[in-house]
């Protein structure tokens, strides 16, 4: 037989070998897969173990959430003294610059959100700032505050911010008389608009935000040198021009322009950040579909895949855990999966509906362990590629709205 040959049959035979199925995608998952519990606030268990040592040794810490479940928020509100005593000192949220700036003075002056957000829902029928309007995310928020972190708001402003923002540009400026009719015709339009958009999704809010003639008027009015007004009224734009491409079924553009937004954000956080340490260290709550490490479900390189790609640079690490609720369950006490059907005969095995216990998947194992064992699963390849950890909660409730109604 040709010598060459021979090589090529044997490095055939080793590559076959390497990727044969030796253990079940079934195997492989109980074989990662740990527990914990929470009680009281806090978490104890082997599961937690593992997250505890990845915080540790990790720069960034980026939780891709399902938005408004209870027990989503429980987590966030557990892991504060963990991700405190690991030098975490800054918590970055899907949130924009300016309300967060605003929600942080909130909570610091008046320990609550419920007044702020009671108002603006009144006026427009909306809450002001989204995925902090539960009464379980005030908790957690407090907790953040509690131990010295900073906020930071990465995302475009909500599309109800310009009924609250508006009034920081009032309070922001001089009270002279020719303003306040501005800021009054201002907000009056604002408010206006925003309940037409709430009563007709079609009606093109931005678009009319963005050519109305009572804004553009208040914002010449304000004072151009001052650093704070100018950074709002550039926010409420950008935030109106993501939404605007979007009901204008502009989409590549629209989540294009998002990911611009969150980007700079970051970056210049992170740069404020830069003066005063070397490797600031961050904790990341955004939607799961921007946490992935690589392509997103969006098919984007999205903010997840910017913070892992810092992080490559810092050469430190980034660490990238998907969290869902495994159930939810209603107020008559009824569970109902929220397993996506391609995945329950995935999970089906290691979650229990009825148990209290969270469930970790050590995806970055599973990965490893790849190299010797064939994947059959492609939703399976699909997580350990995008991320480090799945964390699935025990059955939650929605988070209860924090305000009046």
């Not at 419920?114 to 009464?135: A, H, M, R, S």
């Not at 095995?349 to 970790?360: A, C, E, P, Q």
Request: aromatic share 12%; proline share 2%.
């Amino acid at each position: 037989m040709n010598k060459l040959i021979l090589i090529l049959l044997i490095h055939l035979i080793s590559i076959s070998c390497l990727f044969s199925q030796t253990v079940s995608d079934g195997e492989l998952l109980k074989n990662n897969t740990y527990y914990f519990e929470i009680s009281d606030g806090e978490a104890n268990g082997k599961g937690f173990e593992i997250l505890k040592n990845q915080i540790a040794n990790s720069q960034f810490v980026v939780l891709g959430e399902e938005h408004f479940s209870a027990r989503v928020s429980e987590f966030t509100n557990a892991i504060v003294p963990t991700l405190a005593k690991n030098e975490f000192k800054y918590f970055a949220a899907e949130i924009g610059a300016n309300s967060a700036k605003v929600m942080y003075e909130l909570v610091k002056e008046n320990r609550s959100l419920y007044d702020f957000n009671t108002q603006v829902n009144n006026l427009v029928g909306e809450v002001p700032i989204p995925f902090f309007d539960g009464k379980e995310d005030e908790v957690f928020l407090k907790s953040f505050i509690e131990n010295d972190f900073e906020l930071w708001g990465i995302d475009q402003e909500y599309f109800t911010s310009q009924i609250f923002l508006i009034d920081r540009l009032y309070s922001l400026s001089d009270h002279t008389k020719q303003l306040e009719p501005l800021y009054e015709a201002a907000k009056e339009f604002a408010i206006l608009e925003t309940k037409k958009s709430r009563q007709n999704r079609k009606y093109k809010l931005f678009t009319s935000l963005l050519q109305s003639v009572e804004i553009n008027q208040f914002f010449d009015a304000l004072d151009g040198s001052n650093c704070e007004i100018n950074n709002i009224i550039c926010g409420l734009k950008k935030s109106w021009e993501v939404y605007e491409l979007l009901n204008d079924k502009e989409h590549y553009a629209s989540i294009h322009k998002r990911l611009s937004i969150m980007q700079e954000n970051f970056t210049n956080y992170y740069k404020e950040a830069l003066e005063v340490e070397v490797l600031p260290k961050v904790f990341v709550k955004i939607g799961g579909v921007h946490a992935s490490k690589g392509r997103s479900h969006h098919n984007i390189y999205d903010i997840g895949n910017f913070i892992m790609e810092l992080a490559n640079f810092n050469k430190q690490k980034s660490t990238h855990i998907l969290i869902f609720p495994s159930a939810y369950v209603n107020n008559e006490g009824k569970i109902t999966s929220n397993i996506d059907k391609e995945d329950e005969k995935l999970f089906g095995s290691i979650v229990d509906f009825g148990s209290d216990k969270w469930t970790l998947i050590d995806l970055k194992s599973i990965e490893k362990l790849s190299w010797e064992n064939k994947i059959e699963s492609e939703s399976l390849k699909d997580y350990m590629y995008r991320f480090d950890y799945i964390l699935m909660t025990p059955s939650s409730k929605q988070t209860e709205l924090n305000c009046k109604e």
